[in-house]
């Protein structure tokens, strides 16, 4: 017969959590959230990775800790993780994507958890979802890339900040992150190099154009002495942050008539430069991937147009010497 704690465990909101309580050694969710967290900023993960682990594990612990569910890692089951994945989709009205993220948070920290060998069973290993078709990653339209070039103007330091900001993403495809941590110090304006720290502490190195060395040169004018060691200020010389980067795309697009945001700036970066003849793995470099995948994605958005024309100029027929 099976274990009335456990059938318990599994399938009721409310438990007699007498053997929980019994436990010599209480092995705290909210703990153990924690020492996952800070195993991540050693590991060197990037603050947004974390932050945004931490929001979903949060919101699990809470679940659990307002249905009366034990707090306990040893004690959490598949059907409870499913419960609180139909929870949340159901609460916050979440697509497929957003509850298969949670899902991803949690198998993270109940993989650590096993690392660490605070528990034995991982709870996630069992628990699935329908992953939704992936949809073609898109970028900007050329037409729109032109109309964005011809709106930048740079008679004022926030004037040529914000085109410098745009040009360098769509000519390096940095992160809203790396953009807005850079400091002067990762400048090399005379080569037209930027040193970037990314995703788990990655170095790398990415070129920027002659245009975009423009406008970058044209911004350190306004910049001046400014001591800062942050690349980016505000008219009030502060660090311009992240959140001024986001909302100051926001703005442009509403005026142009289309979104704009740090992310679509960095998938028209990937698509431009494949489609102006990078490979793969150029692209998959000046981004940052660790593999391939995501690459991928951006290959998938390249036609039949683009095959056309790099055709014209690497026919192997009409390559050969003869």
């Known amino acids: ?43 060197g993960m990037s603050p947004l990775t974390i932050s945004t682990h931490l929001a979903k594990l949060n919101r699990f612990m809470s679940y659990l800790d307002q249905h009366e569910l034990p707090l306990d890692v040893r004690i959490i089951t598949p059907p409870m993780i499913r419960a609180f994945l139909g929870y949340v989709r159901d609460t916050y009205n979440l697509s497929q994507a957003s509850v298969q993220r949670h899902l991803v948070s949690l198998k993270a920290f109940f993989r650590w958890v096993l690392d660490e060998e605070l528990a034995t069973v991982n709870p996630t ?95 350190l004018l306004f910049r001046g002495s400014n001591r800062s060691l942050y690349l980016w200020l505000n008219d009030k010389g502060e660090r311009f942050t992240a959140s001024g980067v986001r909302q100051m795309l926001r703005r442009l697009g509403n005026k142009l008539g289309f979104r704009l945001y740090p992310h679509l700036l960095r998938h028209t970066y990937a698509i431009s430069f494949l489609r102006n003849g990078a490979n793969a793995f150029e692209v998959q470099y000046s981004l940052g991937h660790s593999t391939l995948e995501m690459t991928r994605r951006y290959c998938e958005a390249l036609g039949y147009e683009d095959v056309f024309r790099r055709h014209e100029s690497a026919s192997p027929v009409d390559n050969l010497k003869c």
Request: charged share 35%; aromatic share 6%; hydrophobic share 40%.
């Open 1 to 43: 017969m099976k274990n009335q704690f456990l059938e318990r465990t599994e399938l009721s909101p409310r438990l007699n959590l007498q053997s929980y309580a019994d436990s010599k050694v209480e092995h705290s969710l909210r703990q153990l959230i924690e020492g996952f967290i800070l195993s991540y900023k050693l590991d």
């Open 125 to 219: 290993d069992k628990v699935k979802l329908r992953i939704p078709p992936k949809k073609v990653t898109k970028g900007l339209a050329y037409e729109q890339m032109q109309r964005l070039y011809s709106a930048l103007v740079d008679n004022s330091l926030e004037e040529a900040r914000n085109k410098a900001i745009v040009l360098i993403f769509l000519d390096c495809g940095l992160r809203r992150a790396e953009l807005a941590n850079l400091k002067l110090a990762d400048i090399e304006q005379d080569r037209g190099i930027i040193r970037i720290m990314g995703k788990g502490s990655k170095e790398r190195l990415v070129r920027m154009g002659l245009k975009t060395r423009k406008a970058l040169w044209r911004y």
